[in-house]
Structure formats: C-alpha cells, structure tokens
C-alpha cells in the first residue's frame, strides 16, 4: 500500500476510534406499540420466558438456571449472537387500574442494564412498551449500535414479533436517550 493511501486509512481509523470514545456508555431506548389483545394476555406471554423462542424470532432457545442469591429466577437466552443471562426482577400481572411490569436483568462483559416490559389497558386492548436502560461496556461496539445498528433493533424485533403472535401487525413508536451523555 503507497503512503498516499494509508493516509486516508490512518485518518479513518484515528476518527473511528474518537467517535466512539464520545459515545456515551447509558442509553434509554423504548419501543412500544398498541394491541387489541388484552392486557392479560399479553403480560401472559411475555411473563413466560421459557416459551419466548415460540414467539421471539433473535431467541433461540431458553435456559432455566438456578434462582441467584436473592431467589429471583435466572434464564440463559440463546441467540445467534451468543448467550444472554437474565434474572428476572420483577414480574407483577396487570389489573384494572395498574399497569403489568416484567423487568430483567442483564449484566456481562459487553452489556448491562435491563428490559422492563410494560403492558397497560388502552380501550378494549392494550399498550406495549419494552425499555432498555442498558450501558454498553465496549466503546466499539458502543459505537456500532449508535451510528450503524441502533439503539432500538432487538426492542423493535421482539415488540413486532409479540404482535405477530397476536396476529397483529405492529406500528411501532420509538424513542431514545442518553442521560448520562
């Protein structure tokens, strides 16, 4: 390779690896979207995360561990992209006046943070919201998920497969955050 096309690479790199120390670490991303199943229903399958691989397309399979040392139950999620263990922190059925909540948690090496699945009574039907606050430990692929993948990919892959169960198409809102950044 000539001097004058390294240049070029060397510029590129040094910019690559500068942007993704200005990336902030946290970020808030929610995806929701409306059903008309109801809230029952709903909290239902996403409660039951031994079953997520019927549903969630990215799972492939789950894996029940032994409860961590609070007593919260522990799942290995198989993906394609390796394995994700999650501890459930929180799992509270919907009623009439109150919202369910599933929150997960996740801690490894790249990422942590957590899932909460939110599903509230709208009309006859109901509202869905997934939230990620999550802190994505390695700069590059911090960087990866800012400029190239996005914060909401997974959020907006399990949402619109949770409505494909539902037989219902999905129109999706989303928005995202950095508070700390």
């Known amino acids: ?18 942007s993704c120390a200005d990336v902030p670490a946290r970020h808030v991303a929610t995806v929701g979207t409306t059903l008309k199943a109801a809230p029952g229903d709903v909290f239902t399958v996403v409660a039951d995360l031994e079953h997520w691989p019927q549903w969630a397309t990215q799972v492939d399979r789950m894996v029940r561990q032994a409860d961590d040392a609070e007593g919260r139950p522990v799942w290995d999620m198989h993906m394609r992209q390796g394995v994700m263990r999650l501890v459930v922190s929180e799992s509270t059925p919907p009623e009439a ?10 801690d490894d090496d790249d990422f942590s943070g957590s899932w909460t699945w939110t599903i509230a009574q709208s009309g006859s039907g109901s509202d869905v919201e997934a939230t990620e606050d999550g802190v994505i430990h390695d700069p590059v692929m911090r960087a990866t998920a800012h400029y190239v993948v996005g914060y909401t990919s997974s959020l907006e892959s399990f949402v619109s497969d949770l409505a494909d169960h539902f037989g219902e198409k999905a129109s999706l809102h989303k928005s995202v955050s950095h508070p700390d950044g």
């Not at 006046?97 to 996740?106: A, C, E, N, S």
């Open 1 to 18: 390779m000539g001097r004058d096309a390294a240049l070029p690479l060397l510029l590129s790199c040094a910019f690559s690896l500068l």
């Open 97 to 106: 006046t109150r919202p369910g909540k599933l929150v997960t948690l996740l």
